[in-house]
């Protein structure tokens, strides 16, 4: 946990840890994907129940689709 109130969760053998959440104090959970060094955002779930979903490399994602709590695709 940072000073911040943000946690990051990680997966993998020791030196091959990669970073699959990371949780924020206001309540924002991203998502990620791939290999250490090489993670990438998947997905943003907000507290209001608004998920985006996101495609691309690390440092290169864009965001796909928005799915809203009512199950509406935009």
Do not use: C, I, N
Request: charged share 35%; net charge negative.
């Amino acid at each position: 946990e940072w000073a911040d109130g943000k946690v990051q969760h990680y997966e993998g053998d020791a030196g091959k840890e990669h970073r699959v959440r990371t949780e924020f104090p206001d309540g924002k959970v991203q998502h990620y994907e791939g290999d250490r060094g090489a993670q990438h955002l998947v997905r943003l779930e907000s507290p209001d129940g608004r998920v985006q979903h996101y495609e691309g490399d690390r440092g290169v994602e864009r965001m796909v689709r928005t799915v809203l709590p009512d199950g509406t695709v935009v």
